[in-house]
C-alpha cells in the first residue's frame, strides 16, 4: 500500500528504533472523521477486544457509554468543551469511558483508572485492524456528563472516545489541518529506566 493510503498513514510517517508490530505505529490521533456508520459488527468487535484487557485481580473496573443516534450524541456534545466539538461532531460514534472506583468486596480499588485505561488501549489498537481511527479526549465536562448520563458516584468519569472512519484532512479548518499528522515519541532512554531512576537500560 502506497503512503496516501489512510490505513499505513501512521506508519508512512513514523519510525520505531526497534522492530515492532506495525499497528502500534499504524494507531494515531485524527481529528477527521467521515460521517459514515460504524456498522455494529465492526463496532462490538472492538469493544470486545476492550473487554479482555487485563486488570488487577480481574476486577474489570471499566464501563462504556456509547452514543450513535443522533439525539445520543447531541446529549454527548453537551457536556463536551468547544475546542473538541469543532472536530469530534462529526464521528459516528462517541464513548465515554467510566471506571468503577470499588472492588467487588467494596474497598477502594487502587488501579481503577489505570485499567481503564488499559482496556481503551486494546480498543485503540483493534480500531486499527477494523479499519477505524479513534481520538481519545479529556477535553469534557464530567460533572455535567455524569448528571446528564445519570451515572452513579462509585464510578470515575475518566475520557471520551470518538469513533469512526478517517476523514478528509480537508474537512477540517485551516487550524486543525496542521495538526492533522501523526507525532513522535520520545526515546526509550528517555522513559526506561535501569536499576534506578535516571540510568538508561543497557543495550
Not at 80 to 88: E, F, K
Not at 169 to 198: C, D, H, M, T
Request: aromatic share 10%; charged share 25%.
Amino acid at each position: 500500500m502506497g503512503h496516501n493510503d489512510k490505513s499505513t498513514w501512521g506508519q508512512s510517517h513514523r519510525e520505531s528504533t526497534h522492530a515492532i508490530d506495525p499497528i502500534y505505529l499504524n494507531r494515531w490521533s485524527p481529528r477527521s472523521f467521515s460521517e459514515k456508520p460504524v456498522e455494529a459488527e465492526v463496532l462490538h468487535r472492538i469493544f470486545e477486544a476492550a473487554r479482555w484487557a487485563p486488570s488487577g485481580s480481574n476486577e474489570q473496573p471499566w464501563r462504556y457509554i456509547v452514543a450513535r443516534t443522533p439525539e445520543d450524541r447531541a446529549t454527548f456534545l453537551k457536556f463536551i468543551m468547544p475546542g473538541n466539538t469543532a472536530w469530534c461532531d462529526k464521528a459516528p460514534v462517541l464513548a465515554l469511558l467510566l471506571s468503577t472506583k470499588l472492588s467487588s468486596r467494596d474497598e477502594p480499588l487502587r488501579s481503577h483508572s489505570f485499567d481503564a485505561g488499559t482496556s481503551w488501549g486494546y480498543l485503540a489498537l483493534e480500531s486499527v485492524r477494523q479499519g477505524l481511527v479513534t481520538h481519545a479526549m479529556g477535553g469534557f465536562y464530567p460533572d455535567k456528563a455524569r448528571e446528564l448520563l445519570h451515572i452513579p458516584n462509585e464510578y470515575e468519569v475518566e475520557i471520551v472516545i470518538a469513533i469512526g472512519y478517517q476523514g478528509e484532512k480537508e474537512a477540517l479548518s485551516e487550524a486543525y489541518q496542521e495538526r492533522e499528522i501523526p507525532n513522535s515519541r520520545r526515546g526509550l532512554e528517555e522513559v526506561v529506566f535501569e536499576g534506578s531512576f535516571g540510568d538508561s537500560l543497557s543495550t
